[in-house]
C-alpha cells in the first residue's frame, strides 16, 4: 500500500519561501507520477503542480508558474515543491499525490494516493 507523507508546511510573510517535501512508501517511487494540490478554506482542491515519472516532464497552474518548482529525487523517494515569492492568496492545505499511470496529470481524478496535507500559511 502507497503512503504519502507530507512535511515542510509553515508560516510565512509574503514574499518568502517554503520548501515543502513529500515522501512516498510502500511502493516502488519511480513508478508513480507526482503532484501537488492545494485547498483553500471553503474552495475546491486544485491542481498546484506535476512531475512524471522521471521528473523529466513537469507543468503547473498559471498562478504558480515561475515562482514554484516541483522535483523529485528518486532514491529518496521524494518529491519537492520549492515555493518562492509566496503571497497570502496562497494560503491553503497542501496534498501530495501519486498516480500509477504515465504522464502528467493535472487533474484530481488522475491520482491514486494522497498524503494527509500540510498547512501553508502566508502573512502579509
Known amino acids: 500500500q502507497v503512503q504519502l507523507v507530507e512535511s515542510g508546511g509553515g508560516l510565512v510573510q509574503t514574499g518568502g519561501s517554503l520548501r515543502l517535501s513529500c515522501v512516498l512508501s510502500g511502493r516502488t517511487f519511480n513508478n508513480y507520477g507526482m503532484g501537488w494540490f492545494r485547498q483553500a478554506p471553503g474552495k475546491e482542491r486544485e491542481f498546484v503542480a506535476g512531475?512524471?515519472?522521471?521528473?523529466?516532464?513537469?507543468g503547473y497552474t498559471a498562478s504558480v508558474k515561475g515562482r514554484f518548482t516541483i522535483s523529485r529525487d528518486n532514491p529518496k523517494n521524494t518529491v519537492y515543491l520549492q515555493m518562492n515569492s509566496l503571497n497570502p492568496e496562497d494560503t491553503a492545505v497542501y496534498f501530495c499525490a501519486a498516480k500509477r499511470t504515465s504522464g502528467l496529470g493535472t487533474t484530481k481524478e488522475d491520482y491514486d494516493y494522497w498524503g494527509q496535507g500540510t498547512q501553508v500559511t502566508v502573512s502579509s
Open positions: 512531475a512524471g515519472r522521471n521528473g523529466g516532464i513537469t
